[in-house]
């Protein structure tokens, strides 16, 4: 059924960050260059893993989708938050509302698999070493990667499907900066359980089933990295998962804390929703580009191959514009 029989409320309100003009001048400010320097990290991520062939392994490959999923659960909210911000108008329409909430599930969901993906990358790698090459095929880092995807699609619509048959009426505030499901059940006036359950039933076993992998991929690297008897091999051997473990302990830890918290508004909940969408974005890369001694080889290497081609074509401009 269209979702204009279903709703009262044509429009919600973000309650945002803060309602003071002036601190929203700020916000705005600071929001816009996290967003461009996120946006400019990543991208540059994607370039030189692509430009690179010392790169084209599995781990960089998920990278590459890790970098992507940053670009794209960085753009769901921010820039809806910026317009908010510049034009201190503050609200969404219940269709971008739920749009919002499907990307940002689907987003979220396929980043958590993905960083599963990736430890059990680490433990093939540290793990199993010499085996490395047949336990990650190519094919099986290309299925993983479009399980991934597969998976978080599948969470987000069904989601987002119960949540189109919701009733919006009365209260229409959210004390938030962007459309989250949980925060859209206290303004529903019609029966919210069928969501609440379809809610638990996708995003629950995702969460706690990654965690476990994660769990268990790491703890078997521990043990690994504790029977190698020279320090350099068990530095080396660190260091090869130190950057996904911290990407990790972000995003988890943040996600979660904000996700046990009730639906408030309270400065910590909002605090905690900032870090794992939109500081996570941002750090990434540079999380792999100061703990990775590789990434920072291929940068270099890349800037070095693209400011020459650049040079030359600005000297062919010139050129061409001298009569």
């Keep these: 059924m269209a979702l204009e029989n279903h709703s009262t409320v044509d429009e919600f309100i973000l309650l945002g960050l803060s309602a003071d003009p002036h601190i929203q001048a700020l916000l705005f400010a600071l929001f816009l260059v996290i967003y461009l320097l996120t946006m400019t990290g990543n991208l540059m991520m994607l370039l030189v893993i692509k430009a690179d062939p010392h790169l084209h ?9 890790l970098s992507f999923l940053d670009i794209c659960f ?9 317009e908010n911000l510049f034009s201190q108008k503050e609200t969404i329409s219940v269709k971008g509302c739920l749009a919002q909430v499907f990307f940002l599930l689907m987003s979220g969901a396929t980043e958590v698999c993905l960083l599963a993906v990736m430890a059990y990358d680490c433990f093939a790698a540290i793990c199993h070493p010499l ?6 095929s190519n094919l099986l880092c290309k299925a993983l990667v479009w399980a991934s995807w597969a998976l978080g699609l599948l969470i987000a619509f069904f989601n987002i499907l119960s949540a189109m048959n919701l009733d919006f009426c009365g209260d229409d ?9 949980p925060s859209l059940f206290p303004l529903s006036c019609s029966d919210v359980s069928t969501s609440f359950t379809v809610m638990l039933s996708t995003t629950v076993p995702c969460g706690l089933g990654t965690s476990f992998l994660i769990f268990f991929s790491y703890a078997r690297i521990v043990s690994t990295i504790l029977s190698i008897s020279s320090s350099s091999g068990s530095s080396k051997a660190f260091s090869t998962c130190s950057s996904h473990l911290t990407t990790v302990l972000l995003l988890y830890g943040s996600a979660f804390l904000r996700h046990l918290m009730p639906v408030s508004g309270s400065p910590l909940e909002l605090i905690f929703s900032v870090q794992y969408s939109v500081v ?8 792999y580009n100061l703990k990775n001694n590789e990434v920072k080889i291929a940068v270099k290497r890349t800037m070095r191959k693209i400011f020459p081609l650049l040079t030359n074509h600005i000297q062919r401009l010139e050129n061409s514009l001298i009569p």
């Design 57 to 65: 392994i599995p781990m960089y490959f998920f990278l590459s989708h």
């Design 280 to 287: 996570t974005p941002l750090v990434n890369p540079l999380i």
């Design 131 to 136: 085996l490395y090459g047949q336990k990650m």
């Design 74 to 82: 960085s753009s769901v909210t921010v820039p809806k938050l910026l």
């Design 173 to 181: 505030s959210i004390p938030h900066y962007s459309c989250e499901l």
